[in-house]
C-alpha cells in the first residue's frame, strides 16, 4: 500500500468515529516521517507541562532555582474527575521543586504545574523554549486558567452540555467561543512543533544533556497509560509520553525506543465530533492509527 493511500484509509477511519487531528511520526534516527495534517495547530491542554519541564531544569541548571526549595502548595480542592494528585488535595503541603516536577509531568498534576508556573511564568517559559531552538509552541497561561471551562461550572447532569459546545463551537480558522479551545488564546502547538521538542530531548541539541535526560525519565514515568501505550508499549520496547486531555481534545506525545535500536518519536492531537465525555472508543482509535503510521516507517 502506497503511502497515499494508507493516510487516505486513516483519515477515512478517523472521520468515520467523528475524529479529527495532527499526527506525526518520526524517525528520530534518520529524520523520516509520515503524518497527517502534522502542521494543523491545537490547543495542547496538558502537553504544556513538558516545556514546563525543560524551562524549570533549564532554570535549575544555571542556579538560579533550587531543585531542594520546599514550596508550600495550597490544596487544589477540585471535586469533578479527571485532575490527580495535589490537585485533590484537602490540606496544604510543603513540596521540593524536584517533586513537584514529577507530580507535574508523571503524573500530570495541575496543581503542581501551577506552583512551577509561579515560579517560571508562562512568558518566561516561551523565552526559555525559543532561547533553546524550539518554536511553534505557544505558553501563555497556567493550568488553573486552562481547567475553568463550562465543565467545570455545569451540575454532573448537565456537564455534557460543555461537551456539546466544545464540539460544535469552533470556527474555520480554529478559533472557539470557549476561550481553552481557541489557538490564538491558549497554549497551542502543533504534532510538528511537538516533535521538534521530542527531537531536541532525545537527540543532541541546544538543550543541555543533563536537563534532556531528566525530562525523558519522566515522561518514561507517565503514569497515564491507556492511551498510545497500549499500542506502543512491549517487553521489546520503551514508551516514554506525556498526555493532554481537556473537553474533547485528546492528546498525547512520546517516543518509543525499540530494543534493535530503533527509535521513533510520536505526535497525536485530536478532537472529538462527539459531546460524550467517555469514549474509550476514540482513545484505542487514535492509538491504531498513530501504530499503522509506525509501522509503515518501522517496515515501509
Known amino acids: 500500500m502506497t503511502v497515499e493511500k494508507l493516510i487516505r484509509e486513516l483519515r477515512r477511519t478517523l472521520d468515520d468515529a467523528g475524529l479529527s487531528g495532527s499526527f506525526l511520526v518520526r524517525d528520530l534516527r534518520s529524520g523520516d516521517e509520515v503524518g497527517i495534517e502534522p502542521d494543523l495547530e491545537f490547543p495542547i491542554a496538558s502537553l504544556v507541562k513538558v516545556p514546563l519541564a525543560v524551562a524549570t531544569l533549564e532554570r535549575i541548571r544555571r542556579g538560579e532555582l533550587d531543585g531542594s526549595t520546599q514550596i508550600l502548595v495550597r490544596p487544589g480542592r477540585i471535586t469533578t474527575p479527571g485532575p490527580t494528585g495535589l490537585s485533590r488535595f484537602r490540606h496544604p503541603a510543603r513540596i521540593a521543586v524536584d517533586d513537584l516536577l514529577y507530580l507535574s509531568t508523571a503524573v500530570s498534576d495541575g496543581t503542581a504545574s501551577d506552583a512551577l508556573f509561579a515560579l517560571t511564568p508562562p512568558a518566561e517559559v516561551s523565552e526559555i523554549l525559543h532561547g533553546l531552538g524550539i518554536h511553534g509552541i505557544a505558553v501563555r497561561h497556567t493550568i488553573q486558567e486552562l481547567v475553568e471551562t463550562p465543565a467545570e461550572r455545569l451540575s454532573p447532569d448537565d456537564v455534557h452540555l460543555a461537551y456539546f459546545l466544545a464540539s460544535e463551537a469552533g470556527t474555520a480558522g480554529r478559533g472557539h467561543r470557549i476561550p481553552q479551545l481557541d489557538v490564538t488564546r491558549a497554549n497551542s502547538g502543533s504534532a510538528r512543533a511537538l516533535m521538534e521538542l521530542l527531537q531536541a530531548l532525545w537527540t543532541p541539541s541546544p538543550i543541555d544533556p543533563g536537563v534532556s535526560e531528566r525530562v525523558r525519565t519522566l515522561m ?81
Not at 518519536?265 to 459531546?275: F, I, K, Q, W, Y
Open 220 to 300: 518514561a514515568d507517565n503514569v497515564l497509560r491507556h492511551r498510545l501505550a497500549p499500542d506502543f508499549s512491549s517487553d521489546a520496547s520503551k514508551w516514554s509520553s506525556k498526555t493532554g486531555t481537556l473537553l474533547n481534545l485528546r492528546h498525547e506525545i512520546g517516543v518509543v525506543e525499540h530494543a534493535d535500536g530503533q527509535v521513533f518519536g510520536v505526535a497525536v492531537l485530536t478532537e472529538s465530533r462527539v459531546p460524550a465525555i467517555s469514549q474509550p472508543g476514540a482513545e484505542a482509535l487514535m492509538a491504531q492509527v498513530a501504530r499503522a503510521l509506525r509501522d509503515r516507517l518501522r517496515h515501509p
